[in-house]
């Protein structure tokens, strides 16, 4: 079953995953798959595409399968030339905070704000998400939609 609590704790570990991939990646070791494994934890790319519309994207803004996907975490595909590895940036950690989350059913929908902090500090970058979640066949909380974007800054 789904519940607003386990989303929330999946938002968390996804966030925590992010920076772990980071945090080997300046280890030197294994980045890529560090990702690897965060995509297998969080979504359900295992059971079908997943709508992945990653932050930093204009080229092929749409990931629907494993490889779009790892690609945008690590870079170094050349089919996807605009990435440069958001995963590896690297993040110190991610906050969120969340407009709302609502549960139907068999489906759990959360949306808000989260902010990555970089490791070499500065400002926060904010983003805004849209995150959709089912079971997997397995019973498992998988995220089968992720839309994000930088927010709106008028001309």
């Known amino acids: 079953m789904i519940t607003e609590d386990s989303i929330s704790s999946a938002q968390q570990a996804w966030g925590e995953g992010i920076v772990k991939i980071g945090k080997v990646f300046l280890d030197q070791g294994d980045f890529k798959a560090a990702a690897e494994d ?3 934890q969080f ?3 295992q059971e079908g595409e ?3 519309k990653p932050t930093l994207t204009s080229v092929k803004q749409f990931r629907l399968d494993f490889e779009g996907a790892l690609s945008y975490f690590v870079g170094g595909n050349d089919s996807y030339p605009e990435d440069h590895g ?3 940036k690297p993040w110190a950690n991610v906050r969120w905070e969340s407009t709302g989350i ?3 059913g068999d489906v759990g929908f959360a949306m808000g704000n989260y902010y990555f902090t970089p ?3 500065g400002d926060d970058v904010k983003v805004e998400y849209t995150f959709v979640y089912t079971n997997n066949s397995e019973g ?3 995220i089968v939609l992720h839309d994000s974007h930088l927010p709106y800054t008028p001309a």
Do not use: C, T
């Open 102 to 104: 609502k549960v139907i």
């Open 119 to 121: 490791v070499e500090g």
């Open 86 to 88: 958001f995963a590896i």
């Open 43 to 45: 979504y359900n790319y």
């Open 50 to 52: 997943v709508l992945f």
């Open 140 to 142: 498992q909380l998988k």
């Open 38 to 40: 965060h995509i297998n």
